[in-house]
């Protein structure tokens, strides 16, 4: 007996070991963030690119109206490239994404330009705030660089261990195809609280409306095919500088007139892409606040199978 209490003291102090590790992890990710993105578009109307996404203290301001967009919303806006702070893009689909034609090395290059490394080293970052992108599965290579197609959805779980009170600030930006240089995104860092003042969460929920896409004022709204990314191997190659500012989007070129919604790319039409019509949907954003176990939790389980095991032993 007395042995037998010996290794269990052993194996106690053991778990209570384990314990203080996972209680160290489990308290840095007590808060898990679920954000889902949902395509409200019309059928044959618009996708949305990769959907960047953080939460920080209200001073990442991705751009502002009436001023030239940085470089990240220029490459966000007009190629849908917003870095890949999570981890999220697939090694196969680089691969098959440089058979069918991107520029892997031009892609390289604007990684250190693009909105996530913009943030990474703000002081936004610096005081705890957090990213990721929505990269859906849904992608494909052909016909074109769309990453959530009407109608369908995508979640992911960020693990937030910054101090909700300094950090209770929302936002999220992508690229809107078919368009030129078209994009969603809130424009007041500050607008979207899913904490409150005391740090209590109080999530999100909104639709994103035609009426509110912003113009990167970057490329000319041309609608050619061969300046949007209908295909990867357009990605990067740019279309005509239109040295303009951020500001509301006015909308697609007319039916009739050789715009986004008279082409039929691969068997693919855009008839009801044009944003701009009464009461257009873009997008439903919610930020849902998931259950994490905790540290107390654990500390119970891993008692009763203690106990567990002393009274197997006993018997």
Same mark, same amino acid.
């Given at each position: 007996?007395?042995?037998?209490?010996?290794?269990?003291? *052993?194996?106690? !102090?053991?778990?209570?070991?384990?314990?203080?590790? *996972?209680?160290?992890?489990?308290?840095?990710?007590?808060?898990?963030?679920?954000?889902?993105?949902?395509?409200?578009?019309?059928?044959?109307?618009?996708?949305?690119?990769?959907?960047?996404?953080? %939460?920080?203290?209200?001073?990442?301001?991705?751009?502002?109206?009436?001023?030239?967009?940085?470089?990240?919303?220029?490459?966000?806006?007009?190629?849908?490239?917003? $870095?890949?702070?999570?981890?999220?893009? +697939?090694?196969?689909?680089?691969?098959?994404?440089?058979?069918?034609?991107?520029?892997?090395?031009?892609?390289?290059? !604007?990684?250190?330009?693009? @909105?996530?490394?913009?943030?990474?080293?703000?002081?936004?970052?610096?005081?705890?705030?957090?990213?990721?992108?929505?990269? +859906?599965?849904?992608?494909? @290579?052909?016909?074109?660089?769309?990453?959530?197609?009407? $109608?369908?959805?995508?979640?992911?779980?960020?693990?937030? &261990?910054?101090? +909700?009170?300094?950090?209770?600030?929302?936002?999220?930006?992508?690229?809107?195809?078919?368009?030129?240089?078209?994009?969603? !995104?809130?424009?007041?860092?500050?607008?979207?609280?899913?904490?409150?003042?005391?740090?209590?969460?109080?999530?999100?929920?909104?639709?994103?409306?035609?009426?509110?896409?912003?113009?990167?004022?970057?490329?000319?709204?041309?609608? &050619?095919?061969?300046?949007?990314?209908?295909?990867?191997?357009?990605?990067?190659?740019?279309?005509? &500088?239109?040295?303009?500012?951020?500001?509301?989007?006015?909308?697609?070129?007319?039916?009739?007139?050789?715009?986004?919604?008279?082409?039929?790319?691969?068997?693919?039409?855009?008839?009801?892409?044009? %944003?701009?019509?009464?009461?257009?949907?873009?997008?439903?954003?919610?930020?849902?606040?998931?259950?994490?176990?905790?540290?107390?939790?654990?500390?119970?389980?891993?008692?009763?199978?203690?106990?567990?095991?002393?009274?197997?032993?006993?018997?």
């Amino acid at each position: 007996m007395n042995n037998f209490l010996t290794k269990y003291r *052993l194996m106690s !102090a053991s778990l209570l070991a384990i314990l203080s590790t *996972l209680t160290g992890s489990q308290a840095a990710q007590a808060t898990r963030l679920r954000v889902t993105v949902e395509n409200l578009a019309p059928v044959n109307g618009q996708g949305l690119a990769p959907i960047w996404v953080s %939460f920080h203290d209200g001073s990442f301001d991705i751009f502002d109206v009436d001023e030239t967009a940085p470089r990240y919303l220029e490459l966000l806006a007009e190629d849908g490239i917003t $870095g890949d702070p999570g981890n999220r893009v +697939p090694t196969d689909f680089l691969v098959d994404a440089a058979a069918a034609g991107l520029d892997l090395a031009a892609l390289a290059a !604007a990684g250190p330009e693009s @909105i996530a490394a913009a943030f990474a080293m703000s002081a936004a970052a610096l005081n705890g705030g957090v990213q990721d992108s929505l990269f +859906p599965d849904f992608i494909r @290579i052909n016909p074109f660089f769309a990453g959530l197609p009407v $109608g369908e959805k995508i979640s992911i779980d960020v693990d937030f &261990d910054a101090d +909700p009170i300094n950090n209770q600030f929302f936002s999220y930006a992508s690229m809107l195809f078919p368009t030129n240089d078209g994009f969603i !995104a809130n424009e007041d860092p500050t607008e979207i609280p899913i904490f409150d003042d005391q740090g209590n969460f109080i999530g999100a929920d909104f639709v994103v409306l035609g009426s509110e896409v912003w113009d990167a004022g970057t490329e000319v709204n041309d609608e &050619d095919p061969a300046s949007m990314p209908y295909e990867v191997s357009v990605i990067l190659n740019g279309g005509v &500088d239109e040295n303009s500012t951020v500001g509301l989007h006015p909308g697609l070129l007319p039916p009739g007139s050789g715009g986004a919604v008279d082409f039929t790319i691969n068997g693919f039409t855009f008839e009801n892409a044009d %944003f701009s019509a009464p009461g257009y949907q873009i997008a439903r954003i919610t930020v849902e606040q998931i259950t994490v176990p905790e540290p107390s939790t654990i500390l119970g389980l891993l008692g009763l199978g203690s106990l567990g095991l002393l009274r197997r032993k006993k018997s």
